[in-house]
C-alpha cells in the first residue's frame, strides 16, 4: 500500500541550512507536497512539486525529487527560528475526488542559536 | 478572514457521549474533507466530500459519520466516543480535486482536540 516515511526529528544551528528527507513507496504518485505545522495550527502548504519535475526552488526552500529512488527532501536555507516547526511530507495521485493525499508522521525541526 | 473554521476547539467526552464537531469554509470550495492526527502517525483521512451532497469514506471512516449540509459546511459526528478516538482532528478544503495541488492550497482549519475519558 502507500506509504510516507520521515525521520522523527532534526535539529540544526539557526543560519546553517536545513535538509528535510522523505520517501515514498507509489510510484503513481502525481504531486507531492511540502506542509508546515506550528505549534497549536492547521498544515499551511508550503510548497509542492510535479511528479515530472527534478527541482523546484521558491525563495529560501529548494524542493529535490528523486523518482527513481521515490526520494523527495526539502531544504531551508538560512533557517531562522520561525522555522522551528513540524514539516510533514505528502503524495497524492491524480486529479479525481477519489484521490487522497497521504502523510508522513512529521519530522520536528528544532533550531539551536 | 476568510479561511476554515472549527468549533469547539476543545472537547472532553466521557466514553459512550455523541458529539458534532462543525467545520465552515467561507471560499466557495468545492471539496471539504477531515482527518485525525495523533502522534507519530501524520494524519490520516477520515472522511470527504468532494462536492456538495456527495460524502465518501477516507483511510479510517469506522465510528465516524459526516454530512455536507451545504456548500460551505462539513460536520463530523461520533456517536458514541470511544478514548481510541482521542485525538485532534482538522478539517481541510480545496476549490475542487483538480485545482488541488496547481493553484490551490488545501487550506486547514486550526483544529479541534478531543478527549475521550
Known amino acids: 500500500g502507500e506509504d510516507v516515511e520521515q525521520s522523527l526529528f532534526l535539529s540544526v544551528r539557526e543560519g546553517d541550512s536545513s535538509v528535510i528527507n522523505c520517501t515514498y513507496t507509489d510510484s503513481s504518485s502525481t504531486y507531492l507536497y511540502w506542509y508546515k505545522q506550528e505549534p497549536g495550527a492547521g498544515l499551511q502548504l508550503l510548497t509542492y512539486?510535479?511528479?515530472?519535475?527534478d527541482m523546484k526552488q521558491d525563495q529560501r526552500l529548494t524542493v529535490l525529487l528523486n523518482k527513481k529512488d521515490k526520494h523527495l527532501s526539502l531544504r531551508i536555507a538560512d533557517t531562522q527560528t520561525g522555522d522551528s516547526a513540524i514539516y510533514f511530507c505528502?503524495?497524492?495521485?491524480?486529479?479525481?475526488?477519489?484521490?487522497?493525499?497521504?502523510f508522513g508522521s512529521g519530522t520536528r525541526l528544532s533550531i539551536r542559536p | 478572514n476568510a479561511g476554515v473554521t472549527q468549533t469547539p476547539k476543545f472537547q472532553v467526552l466521557k466514553t459512550g457521549q455523541s458529539m458534532t464537531l462543525q467545520c465552515a469554509q467561507d471560499m466557495n470550495h468545492n471539496s471539504m474533507y477531515w482527518y485525525r492526527q495523533d502522534p507519530g502517525m501524520g494524519l490520516r483521512l477520515i472522511y470527504y466530500s468532494a462536492s456538495e451532497g456527495t460524502t465518501d469514506k477516507g483511510e479510517v471512516p469506522n465510528g465516524y459519520n459526516v454530512s455536507r449540509l451545504n456548500k460551505r459546511e462539513f460536520s463530523l459526528r461520533l456517536e458514541s466516543a470511544a478514548p481510541s478516538q482521542t485525538s485532534v482532528y482538522f478539517c481541510?478544503?480545496?476549490?475542487?480535486?483538480?485545482?488541488?495541488?496547481?493553484?490551490?492550497?488545501?487550506?486547514f482549519g486550526d483544529g479541534t482536540r478531543l478527549s475521550i475519558l
Open positions: 512539486i510535479f511528479s515530472n519535475m
Open positions: 505528502a503524495e497524492s495521485q491524480g486529479y479525481s475526488s477519489a484521490s487522497k493525499i497521504i
Open positions: 481541510a478544503s480545496v476549490a475542487n480535486a483538480r485545482d488541488r495541488a496547481v493553484s490551490q492550497p488545501q487550506h
